[in-house]
């Protein structure tokens, strides 16, 4: 008996010599997400990309997940026997979320540990869906992500659309956001859009059609952008969605593209969490006679109210809120709109 249990000590101790042999811990930054897989680029000096699958669950504030690893994350990474798990997901500084396009009470993790978020847009080129700038702006208001607005195809406004634009410019600078115009067909505004990227991690998003890839491959040659979306089988049927990547820029920074959103709702989101991430209407709302808990609508006393009579806070962000809030609250919008989002 004695002789058993020091042999099965002895093989005990000789498995475990044996794992530590094929077991490796290393740091990654995940670079890319296609669901069930992620492509993590190893942080030492390999620089190595392991296709890797997620060991365990992963959760974020108890918040319900499609992906709970997101492009951004650094991660630690179980190596054995050639298959490479994530084990740990590290702290993030911020991360970037919205309603899942397939689950509407879930969430979908766009991104982590950005230093900043970057929309483009046109005037009109295809124009801009109501609204769509501030739930850009809502999604990255929870970490406070500064987000700037570049006005791609400035070679086609035409008197009107400058008044638009003027318009927007006076809006969004006024209540701290950053706005550029570029052409990629002038070449005007690459310097200063490729400044804007440089050395830092960016969250780069934008309709359909508005010339990201352009203007990124302005930039950037050679950076092939996905311009679609990317199907996934997912039991019930064939959806699409939007998988984000990472990309390393030569002149120094990364870019986490974002392909094929063509929509932001928010159903997850409290209303008063909303009004909250209104950043100018947050600043009025202490003097609102109901203070945080004003929603800002027909309420008594409403010192937001007041300063959209005044020209002080933007009618349009206003309206654009009313709407959000209302659809929010319609927890049926998502089945009617399903389709865009
Ligand atoms: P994406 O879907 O946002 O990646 O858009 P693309 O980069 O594919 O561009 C869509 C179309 O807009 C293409 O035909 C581009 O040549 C055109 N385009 C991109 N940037 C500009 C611009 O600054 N001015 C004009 N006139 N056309 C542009």
Request: charged share 25%; aromatic share 6%.
């Given at each position: 008996m004695q002789a058993f249990i020091l042999y099965s000590s002895y093989f005990y101790s000789k498995q475990i010599t044996f794992k530590k042999v094929f077991v490796s811990n290393k740091i990654g930054t995940v670079?890319?997400?296609?669901g069930s897989w992620y492509s993590v680029r190893l942080?030492?000096?390999?620089?190595e990309l392991l296709e890797c699958r997620i060991l365990g669950k992963f959760r974020l504030d108890d918040l319900p997940l499609?992906?709970?690893?997101?492009?951004?994350d650094r991660v630690e990474i179980d190596q054995t026997d050639g298959k490479a798990m994530i084990k740990k997901i590290l702290p993030r500084s911020n991360y970037v979320v919205r309603q899942s396009p397939r689950r509407k009470h879930d969430l979908h993790l766009?991104?982590?540990?950005?230093?900043q978020a970057v929309l483009i847009v046109t005037v009109d080129f295809p124009h801009i869906k109501p609204g769509f700038i501030d739930r850009f702006l809502l999604m990255n208001a929870k970490f406070d992500i500064p987000v700037t607005l570049v006005f791609n195809?400035?070679?086609?406004?035409?008197s009107h659309h400058l008044d638009v634009l003027e318009e927007m410019k006076s809006i969004y600078t006024k209540i701290g956001y950053s706005v550029l115009t570029t052409s990629v067909v002038q070449k005007t505004g690459l310097d200063a859009f490729k400044e804007l990227l440089k050395d830092k991690c960016s969250l780069l998003s934008g309709q359909s059609g508005v010339g990201k890839s352009s203007l990124v491959n302005a930039i950037?040659?050679?950076?092939?952008?996905?311009?679609g979306e990317i199907s996934d089988y997912s039991g019930k049927g064939q959806h699409t969605t939007t998988f984000a990547e990472m990309f390393e820029l030569d002149f120094g920074g990364r870019m986490i593209d974002t392909p094929g959103i063509k929509m932001l709702a928010f159903s997850d989101k409290d209303p008063r969490n909303i009004a909250h991430s209104y950043r100018e209407m947050f600043a009025y709302s202490?003097?609102?006679?109901?203070?945080?808990?004003?929603?800002?609508?027909?309420?008594?006393?409403c010192a937001v109210k007041l300063a959209v009579e005044t020209g002080e806070i933007s009618a349009l962000r206003y309206n654009n809120y009313l709407g959000l809030l209302e659809e929010t609250e319609d927890q049926n919008y998502w089945e009617r709109h399903k389709e865009d989002i």
């Open positions: 670079v890319k997400s296609t942080e030492n000096e390999t620089k499609t992906n709970p690893v997101a492009v951004g766009l991104a982590s540990n950005i230093d195809k400035f070679d086609l406004y035409q950037q040659p050679h950076l092939e952008l996905r311009t202490e003097n609102c006679r109901f203070g945080g808990s004003c929603l800002h609508r027909s309420e008594p006393g």
